[in-house]
């Protein structure tokens, strides 16, 4: 075999290796979006039941909470970002990365102090690399996340919310994380968690129920004990979602970039197969023009010795 | 037939038990209360402890660890980060978790443990 012929074969070998494990993970990724979809959905009523409970209290009564209430001169913010563990995703993570840069370009220009949590390995790697100050961090879950993860990063958060601003305390929590669209479309977004956005609820309640007004509750132990206890659980279960619905981002982002790794491995495939056709067929080409010139050869020399 | 209250049991990943009932029973941090159908709204803090709920063909009974109670137009949520019903608990699980929590002087543990053993021997 000639080494040109070598060189293409042990290439195809070697790419449809390749292709074999991306078409595997593929496969992987796509039975954990499901699960990941499955596992949003499983969490939505706590989730809605929670706000609608928030809700009832922020407009049912006039209490005023360390968590709801907006500072007059926010001197500093808390950003939280959720990027994957592992990559091998797309931009996903980058993607979520690019996010937070913006919205802590945007905080800063309103002169506002950043104060950066982090989720993932690869954001944590992203930081680490330019050694930019992370305040805490948390990794090996974002496959799929459990409640408890979500309630580990909330206590340290809700910690600093409520510590006083002088004190290092932060005025303002953002969350930032891919946000799961559909199977194609995940789009990283930035919210803002704390101070809670009271204008928002009365709306929503609108869209639910139109016309109603929310009952005048009785609360149990007082409105305030109800807020202490409702804020904390109301800030985990969005952190939850938020894990949630990153993982279920990741493994779709994951899905999509395998695809394509898959797809540009056949491409690769069928053209290598081409070049090492072409090879062939050129050996063979050449070893009949050099017997039929060997052939001619040997003919005219015994032509020649037969005069 | 008596009136009826629909009642959402949901655990923060995933929903535990809805349906109707006439009355159910909750443990919150000011002491147990109970809610009939067309009870004043109500937002309640809940403390870890067996909540037992009145149906037409008898009683459902749910450790619930931590959370809330909710009550509005004869709709009645219980939130919890952590509710299993009493047919899902593992009793002898539950008794060896006692058992070393009380060994490790585990306070909370012991008391999870103990609110499942609890919820069971309601049942």
Redesign the interface.
Known sequence: MGAQLRVYKRRIKSVTATKKITKAMEMIAASRIVKAQR?VA??T??AS??T??VT??ATGSTTKHALTTEAENPVRAAVLLVTSDRGLAGGYSSNAIKAAEALTERLRAEGKDVVTYIVGRKGVAYYGFRERPVAESWTGFTDSP??ADA?RIAGPLIEAVQRDTAEGGVDELHIVFTEFASMMTQTPVDNRLLPLSLEKAPVEQEAGAPGRIM???????SAE??LD??LP?YV??RI?NALLQAAASEHAARRRAMKSATDNAEELIKSLSRLANAARQAEITQEISEIVGGASALADATAGSDN | MAAELHVELVAADRSVWSGEATLVIARTTSGDIGVMPGHQPLLGVLESGPVTIRTADGNVVAAVHGGFISFADDKLSLLAEVAELADEIDVKRAERALERAKSAADAAAERRADVRLRAVAGH
């Open positions: 596992q499983a969490s009523p706590y039941e929670l609608r409970a009832a209290v459990a409640y309630k009952p005048l509750f009785d609360f149990e132990p004990g109800v206890a409702l659980r985990e279960s939850y």
